[in-house]
């Protein structure tokens, strides 16, 4: 496919799964909300951290307050990565690659878009939040889905999946990083015994609550950690997403597994071993923050080697 | 809803007969409709409309640069073609686009039209469309104008007239397939039984076309769609080509010419492409060969149009039939190359560039249609009976500056077809666009699009100046 498309394709995911993770990080915070009868500022301020907007946010808004935040996230679209915003990116890449994606996803697309930047969107977003980022998160969904049923699953699913699984990577390292940081500011405070409500309230933020429970039954922060960084299973964690897009990667080249032929696939299959052969001791032990932080220079530079290798060559 | 109280007003209408009775083909649509529940048309055509955004229908619209969206407004009552004047307007077409690809070719090579007195010289190097760099060159199979959109308009007395003929690049043929899709979407019940023509095989023969003129040699042909980019007015109709044709849509950034051959840049290196339908003016094709400053073609394009590894479509130069002056000589065309009189008629067109034309038209300014030669989009153009003394006196003094550029005809009086406003139903003036391809034979796709003045009393039916379109149904 032409190189122009399948960058597209890949930014059309990226966006999107940009946008659901945004929903769901507030999503889950409207939930304790209700749970802690009301929240304060330092509930709202990790919020804009995950996206690592706060100085844009400084700028424009005065305190981190709720409708603040909630207004920032979700319909600004100053914001290049409030929901509006990257549904609104995401569309601008479908509507180039149209004759690519099917109709039918670009159909959904095109809805979600209508939908957040009505002007309705802003008294949704702040007036009946929790079903606005129900809405937007379903959305998303429906996306995901009409994409594995409707395109043929050859180059430009692949590049869509890869954009997907390598920006949920990069979401799910954030949330970690973020909350963590929160919820056990010292090292010394692994092991303690841990907010339940919290703890709970992070695993949620990325969906993982049930399947954390069914595998590691109460909540520990060094098990979450594993969770969050190495389940097999679990679609959000940072390995299964990471192994997900050297499939796709893969299934773009033609190339072995464990082989690579270009830049792209060898620095993805090194970071997908090396997460195979970590255990969440050594990343505690070791701070998390700085874990997170090298993870995300490796996506940085794995994003690189995609560009340079497919989207922009010579 | 009924047709109770609906006027025809005196001017020829699609459905009606000037007594107020259904034309006999109308009839059955006509009960269809009145047979509705109270509010039922109005909620189909809320639907469509719905439908239309939200599948993303849209056209581009720019005012101070910045970019809207907008669907083409769409009426859901259809306009009825039946099978004996679409049997005439079918032949009269392909009679006029076989006669015009002579002419082109004529043109680029002996131009003995020019020689036996048919055509002045002057006309034809002075259309805006020649491009001396065609000289001598020959498309595969003979062909320039794959692709025709030709305007035609019904006046009051009943004559079917071609107004003009688009010859470039003529867009609109997605909605006619949307349009279909939509009415089958949200108001099927009114299809029920009627033999009205399906056209949603178009995509299949202007595929066929393609791959009919790829240079000797190409195995499966690998065709190509053209475009200027996302923010092009019509973006969505060449995505939706591409789409339905299974082909790429490629901008100018995403192809190089190497080695006198065009190219792709794909995630796996360089693709050939063989056969080119582009959505761009000649102008901007290649910037060696004619505007340098253009970055929406691909330099040394040409090249490997003329060594013949590179089929474009419409062919470049082609434009030399698409400017009215030229159009006026097409009846003589017609019998110059075909030794037949035109099934459709011309309408009557005076040449300003004729000292005594051009003293009739300045007459009567205010009776007469004055249009440029050389534009599109219902631009520039002075509606003579609706004028006031300044705007004619504009005119005469541009007709006056550049005789060439202008020609002018009798104001018709365009049919029209019954349209939801509010509700009710008022006549709306419209005129129809079908779409004509030409491989070895011309196919004529039996339907088109039917644009309509949506302004009560308009004759312009421009998307750009308040035209909306309807459904058209060509009967079996």
């Known amino acids: 496919m032409l190189s122009r498309t399948a960058e597209s394709v890949y930014w059309m995911s990226r966006y999107l799964e940009r946008a659901a993770n945004v929903a769901r990080v507030v999503g889950v915070n409207l939930n304790l909300e209700i749970d802690l009868a009301g929240l304060a500022e330092e509930q709202w301020r990790p919020m804009v951290q995950v996206g690592g907007d706060e100085a844009a946010f400084a700028e424009r808004y005065a305190a981190p307050t709720r409708s603040n935040v909630i207004e920032f996230l979700t319909i600004d679209r100053t914001n290049p990565n409030s929901i509006a915003s990257c549904v609104a990116a995401a569309r601008e890449n479908a509507r180039t690659v149209r004759e690519i994606i099917s109709s039918e996803v670009w159909q959904e697309i095109n809805e979600f878009y209508l939908d957040v930047t009505a002007p309705e969107a802003r008294r949704f977003a702040l007036h009946d939040a929790v079903r606005f980022f129900g809405s937007v998160t379903r959305a998303c969904h429906v996306v995901a889905g009409t994409k594995s049923e409707t395109m043929e699953h050859g180059e430009a699913w692949n590049f869509s999946r890869l954009g997907r699984f390598v920006e949920r990577a990069d979401q799910t390292s954030r949330i970690l990083d973020v909350k963590y940081f929160l919820l056990l500011p010292s090292a010394g405070d692994v092991g303690r015994p841990v907010d339940d409500l919290q703890w709970s309230a992070l695993l949620r933020s990325a969906s993982g609550f049930e399947a954390y429970r069914r595998t590691w039954g109460l909540v520990s922060s060094e098990s979450v950690v594993a969770f969050l960084l190495f389940d097999r299973a679990f679609p959000r964690s940072v390995g299964y997403c990471v192994t997900q897009a050297e499939v796709s990667l893969h299934g773009v080249t033609g190339t072995p597994m464990r082989r690579f032929a270009n830049r792209a696939e060898q620095l993805l299959g090194r970071l997908a071993s090396e997460l195979d052969y970590t255990d969440a001791g050594e990343v505690v032990g070791g701070g998390l923050h700085e874990f997170v932080d090298a993870l995300q220079d490796r996506f940085n530079q794995i994003g690189d080697a995609i560009t340079a290798t497919f989207f922009r060559q010579g | ?476």
Not at chain 2, 270 to 292: G, K, N, Q, T
Request: glycine residues 10%.
């Open chain 2, 1 to 476: 809803m009924t047709f109770e109280g609906y006027a025809t007003g005196g001017f020829y209408d699609e459905l009606f007969n000037a007594d107020g009775s259904p034309r006999p083909e109308a009839r059955p649509l006509v009960e269809r409709i009145e047979g509705l529940a109270d509010g039922e048309l109005l909620r189909s055509q809320q639907a469509a409309t719905r439908a239309l955004l939200r599948m993303g229908i849209t056209f581009n619209v720019y005012h101070d640069g910045h970019g809207t969206e907008r669907i083409f407004p769409f009426d859901v009552v259809p306009r009825i073609v039946p099978r004996g004047a679409w049997h005439e307007i079918e032949r009269g077409l392909r009679q006029r686009i076989t006669a015009l690809n002579h002419f082109i070719d004529d043109v680029y090579h002996d131009r003995r039209i020019v020689a036996d007195g048919v055509v002045p010289a002057d006309v034809v190097e002075s259309s805006q469309g020649y491009r001396r760099e065609c000289m001598g060159l020959d498309p595969p199979g003979g062909v320039w104008c794959h692709i025709t959109g030709t305007d035609l308009v019904r006046d009051g007395d009943g004559t079917v007239y071609v107004l003009e003929d688009n010859l470039r690049c003529p867009s609109g043929v997605s909605y006619v397939l949307e349009n279909r899709a939509v009415m089958k979407q949200t108001f099927s019940k009114i299809f029920d039984g009627l033999p009205v023509r399906p056209v949603s095989d178009y995509p299949s023969r202007l595929l066929r076309t393609l791959e009919g003129v790829a240079p000797r040699g190409a195995g499966r042909p690998s065709v190509a769609v053209l475009t200027p980019g996302v923010h092009n007015s019509v973006y969505f109709e060449h995505s939706f080509l591409a789409q339905q044709m299974g082909v790429e849509l490629v901008e100018g950034r995403d192809l190089v010419v190497n080695d006198g051959a065009l190219f792709m840049r794909t995630t796996r290196g360089l693709e050939r492409v063989d056969v080119l339908y582009r959505r761009i003016d000649d102008d901007f094709l290649d910037p060696d060969c004619f505007r340098p400053d253009s970055v929406l073609g691909v330099p040394g394009l040409m090249r490997a149009y003329r060594s013949g590894r590179l089929t474009v479509v419409n062919a470049p130069g082609t434009g030399v039939a698409d400017d009215k002056v030229v159009y006026a000589y097409v009846p003589a065309m017609i019998r110059y190359y075909l030794g037949e009189d035109a099934i459709l008629p011309n309408v009557p067109t005076w040449l300003c560039w004729r000292d005594r034309d051009r003293a009739h038209v300045l007459d009567h300014l205010d009776e007469l249609v004055v249009k440029p030669a050389n534009e599109s989009g219902g631009y520039g153009m002075l509606i003579g009976p609706r004028s006031t003394a300044a705007e004619r006196a504009d005119f005469a003094a541009r007709i006056a500056a550049e005789p060439r550029n202008y020609i002018a005809q009798p104001t018709l009086s365009l049919s029209r077809v019954p349209t939801l406003v509010d509700d009710r139903f008022e006549g709306r003036h419209v005129d129809l666009r079908p779409y004509i391809l030409l491989g070895s034979e011309p196919f004529v796709l039996p339907g088109g699009l039917t644009r309509v003045a949506l302004t009560k009393g308009s004759l312009v039916v421009n998307s750009s100046q308040g035209g909306g379109s309807k459904d058209t149904w060509v009967l079996a």
